[in-house]
């Protein structure tokens, strides 16, 4: 079965945004990334770097800091508010057509459509390390860190809002691993199972 | 890279096994399981049905049956005997050649050649139990629960032995979902995985 709807869950440095553009090129359908942040700021007016920041926060892995984090009128978190807006837009976004979706729980918000299919991209910490230091540099934290920390926030925000735990493998229908695999490969293969037995 | 090892851990009623066969005809390479056993008790004089049934017996599963088991002269529970002869004749087809080696913990115990490619096959649990009925047809016990026994042994014995996650992702190169790939097509994206760049 052909499958219109590619989510992409992808380990920090594992470069699942790339492998995500790829796949969408190979597949001439869209890619959306930071189309997602931009929408989110439309429908609830918070500033786009405020939500990005919000998407990585988890809300339970500091419960103190938590009690401080902006309220609105009906006592809604913000960060359940633009959890509310996140839904909505990637139900949209699926609506409207075939897409590559990065991130932000797509895998969970869109677990119920039969035409989706569910990417969780990987690698061994060598690889990781490699990738994110040639992308991004080095900075005071050693770049294990850097990967521990920004995972543990994943997994964290993704287990609060979906109670299922991120990157265990029955909630994708394949889990690759790009060190081994490598980017290009990867999106030629996530491709050839989106396009099912045409 | 090309492998020439590739080892398939799989769930039971995954069509694990059937997937290994397929790889190795589509790569025109050997298919060990069955005879792995045989190789076993070549070396260690054991009935084969007993070296099967201690494959999928976990050691920590009962430490109370487990103080039962027979022993060697030399203190070594036959499990334990059987798990020495279990790595070298592993060990000793891989470096025979290219082949399929199926189960038995071989990702683990080839984890450090650099020519095998690690792979999990799972499915999810209806495509798991309309596979086990339909090849062993119906007993006493649920599909569900036959489903679940099985794994947990294989989980038990794999961690007792390797000190590792059995399903992790991080333990293998790739992870599929046979019941939304198909089995036909899981054997073909392994065995492309196998070629590598060629």
Not at 124 to 149: F, H, M, N, W
Request: charged fraction near 30%; proline fraction near 2%.
């Amino acid at each position: 079965m052909k499958k219109n709807i590619i989510t992409i869950s992808r380990e920090f440095g594992s470069g699942g945004r790339t492998i995500g553009k790829k796949t969408a090129e190979l597949l001439g359908i869209p890619y959306y990334d930071k189309e997602i942040i931009e929408k989110i700021a439309e429908k609830t007016g918070f500033d786009k770097k405020y939500i990005e920041q919000q998407g990585e926060y988890s809300p339970t892995a500091n419960t103190f800091a938590y009690s401080f984090i902006g309220r609105n009128l009906n006592g809604v978190s913000n960060h359940d508010y633009i959890w509310a807006a996140q839904c909505r837009v990637i139900e949209e976004l699926a609506e409207a057509g075939p897409c590559v979706i990065v991130g932000r729980c797509a895998d969970f918000l869109l677990k119920d459509r039969e035409d989706c299919l569910h990417i969780f991209i990987y690698a061994d910490t060598e690889a990781k390390v490699e990738r994110i230091v040639k992308l991004y540099g080095e900075t005071g934290q050693s770049p294990e860190r850097r990967l521990r920390e920004k995972d543990k926030m994943r997994s964290i925000n993704y287990k609060y809002y979906t109670e299922r735990e991120w990157g265990r493998v029955h909630n994708y229908h394949a889990a690759l691993d790009s060190g081994m695999i490598g980017v290009e490969r990867c999106a030629e293969l996530i491709a050839k199972l989106a396009r099912g037995n045409e």
